[in-house]
Structures are given as structure tokens and as C-alpha cells.
């Protein structure tokens, strides 16, 4: 297995760089359940938002904090802080690196400076429902006995499309009727019926994280970017229970964010690829079903990027890895996937 695999501690790249907690009073919120992290970099207007979507939870009987680690290493005040400083809330912490670590290396040190056992993670172009916490910490209590501790929880998230791109507005399909902290549990046949680099999702929208777990795996890997985060609930996978929500518990802003540049789609394929090479060497089934993977992988993509009139060529696809698939397998792997979610579904409590 290549090196760059290996769980490592990514913490010492940043523990050495200085983070300044520029606001906020830890005798506001001295002991925390919750850490809602909010990495940020030079976005103040759609911060806001995030940052407001996580103070207005409804429900909430206990304390957390809200964590904004700002990767615009400035001397000065910036429009970020002046925005915080406005807002004027208690049980708001705002840190901002004196040198820029990099995404991954930001969530790393959201990780770092959290105070809580919990953290609740959401990007600084995404939302947290109001009911988001109050669900979370629902679900710590229902799974504090389970005999694999909660690693992730995966809160999933209804898309805002942004009126530039062409994406078609999907109507939500009728969902069973669940509880409310319903969740449906991953497996390492999640992981190979998926095979891609985004089977758990993005740690965004009131994603649950353990601390302790993530601690203990290193934190977020640049190495691995653009796609670090589907390598965390894969680890955490053989010690911790791995779920997504079966309600939305966020809002995911598309258009809002990088994914629709055309480096980052291509940066998400060969991320996706390089993910089946690893699952490759170790799962047989994977290999079987390899280049339908990546055929996957590619259509869905392509479709996200004409969403944003941005095309992804042949020859870009090949210089990453030549496109050549079965149809009857594509259809079997289609066919394997819905029955495997299709399970999880009935059986999500």
C-alpha cells in the first residue's frame, strides 16, 4: 500500500504555526457538549449565514460552542472579524491562524482548538437546520451503550441550487416514516458498492464527529485532498459505527462553493480513482467491478460540471485512466447498489 495511505498524525504540520483567539470568552460556555467547527477563508457574507443557522437551534438544553478558525492570515482586522465582532454572541470563538495551513490543515486545527467530545462540523457555504443539535445529541444518547462507539454521522443534507447553474430541481422522494434520529448504518459493503471517494460524504451541514476518534486517526490527510474526507469514517469503520441521517439535518449550498470548477471535478475523479485503486488491493470485488466504478464516477461528474456549462473532455478523462467498461456489469453494480441501499432504507432506525 502506498505510504500516503497510512493513517498518520497530520496535527504536527499545524501544531507549531500560532492560532490567535481573536474573540470570544470561555467563561461564556465553560463546559460545552458540542463543538460546531466552522472552517472559514475570506467568505464573511456566506459565513454569516452558516454562523446564524448554528446559533438558531431550537430544543437545545445544554451548551456548545461555535468555533470559526479563519485561514486568512492577516495582521489586521478583516471583514470576517469585524462581521463576528457585530454579532455580538456569547458562545461564539473566533481563532485565525497567523500563517494559512491550507484547507485540510484548517479543519485539522477546527479539530485542534474544539473543547467538547462532540463536534459538529459544517462549511462555511452550508447550513444546519434548526433542528440539527437537538437530533445529534438525540442520537448520542440512543447509541452511548452500542458495542462500536459512534466515529460519524453523516447529516444528510437537501441541495440549494444556486440560479446560475443548470441543475434540474429534483423533487424529494416519500421517505418511510422513521424517528427522527433515525440513522442508516455503514458497512465495508457501503464502501464497495459505492467504491467512490465520496461514499460517506463531506463532513458539512451538522456532520456528528467523535473527537477522540478523529484524534486517534490523525485528522484530515492533504495528501489525499480532494477527497481526504471519505478516508476518515473508512478507518473509523473497524473500531467506531459509521451512519448517515436518514432526515435532513442541513442545507447543502451548490454553486456556492468549488466544486463546479472544472480542476476540482477533475481533482474529485482522480481522487475517486486512486480511492478503487486502494479498495482494489484489498476487496475482490472491487477489482471485479473496477472500471464500472470509475465509469460511474466519471458520468456523474461530467453531468455536475455541464450542470455549471463547464465540460470535461475525453482526453482529460484518460489522463487519469483510460475509460472502458462492461454494460451488463455497470447494470449488475447499479443493480447491487440499490438493493444494498435499499436494505439499509427499511431497516434505518
Not at 54 to 59: F, L, R
Not at 96 to 106: P, W
Not at 274 to 280: G, H, M
Request: net charge positive.
Amino acid at each position: 500500500m502506498n505510504l500516503k495511505y497510512k493513517i498518520k498524525d497530520n496535527y504536527k504540520k499545524i501544531k507549531d504555526i500560532p492560532c490567535d483567539l481573536k474573540y470570544g470568552d470561555y467563561e461564556s460556555t465553560p463546559t460545552p457538549r458540542m463543538s460546531v467547527v466552522i472552517p472559514t477563508f475570506g467568505r464573511p457574507e456566506l459565513l454569516k449565514n452558516t454562523i446564524l443557522s448554528a446559533v438558531n437551534q431550537e430544543n437545545v438544553d445544554f451548551q456548545y460552542e461555535i468555533i470559526v478558525v479563519d485561514n486568512e492570515a492577516t495582521d489586521n482586522e478583516n471583514d470576517t472579524e469585524k462581521m463576528i465582532r457585530e454579532l455580538n454572541i456569547d458562545n461564539i470563538f473566533y481563532y485565525k491562524n497567523r500563517v494559512n495551513v491550507k484547507a485540510l490543515g484548517n479543519w485539522n486545527r477546527c479539530i485542534l482548538v474544539a473543547r467538547a467530545d462532540w463536534i459538529v462540523m459544517c462549511h462555511d457555504d452550508d447550513l444546519m437546520k434548526k433542528d440539527c443539535l437537538n437530533a445529534m445529541n438525540q442520537i448520542i444518547i440512543q447509541h452511548q451503550k452500542d458495542k462500536k462507539p459512534i466515529g460519524y454521522v453523516r447529516s444528510s443534507a437537501e441541495a440549494i441550487y444556486s440560479e446560475e447553474l443548470n441543475a434540474i430541481k429534483r423533487n424529494e422522494r416519500k421517505k418511510l416514516s422513521k424517528k427522527k434520529t433515525a440513522l442508516i448504518k455503514y458497512n465495508y459493503m457501503d464502501v464497495l458498492c459505492g467504491g467512490g471517494a465520496t461514499w460517506a460524504g463531506a463532513p458539512t451541514c451538522g456532520t456528528l464527529i467523535n473527537r477522540k476518534a478523529i484524534i486517534e486517526l490523525g485528522g484530515y490527510n492533504s495528501e489525499l485532498s480532494p477527497c481526504a474526507d471519505c478516508y476518515i469514517p473508512y478507518f473509523m469503520l473497524e473500531k467506531y459505527g459509521v451512519y448517515r441521517t436518514y432526515y435532513d439535518y442541513g442545507q447543502y449550498r451548490w454553486g456556492e462553493n468549488d466544486t463546479y470548477k472544472k480542476s476540482t471535478l477533475i481533482g474529485l475523479i482522480r481522487a475517486y480513482y486512486e480511492f478503487l485503486e486502494l479498495l482494489s488491493e484489498k476487496y475482490f470485488v472491487v477489482r471485479v467491478f473496477k472500471n464500472e466504478h470509475y465509469a460511474d464516477c466519471v458520468n456523474y461528474y461530467r453531468s455536475k460540471g455541464l450542470e455549471a456549462n463547464v465540460i470535461i473532455t475525453s482526453e482529460e478523462i484518460n489522463d487519469i485512466y483510460p475509460l472502458k467498461y462492461s454494460k451488463s456489469k455497470l447494470k449488475i453494480l447499479y443493480l447491487l447498489r440499490r438493493i444494498n441501499s435499499g436494505i439499509k432504507t427499511i431497516f434505518a432506525r
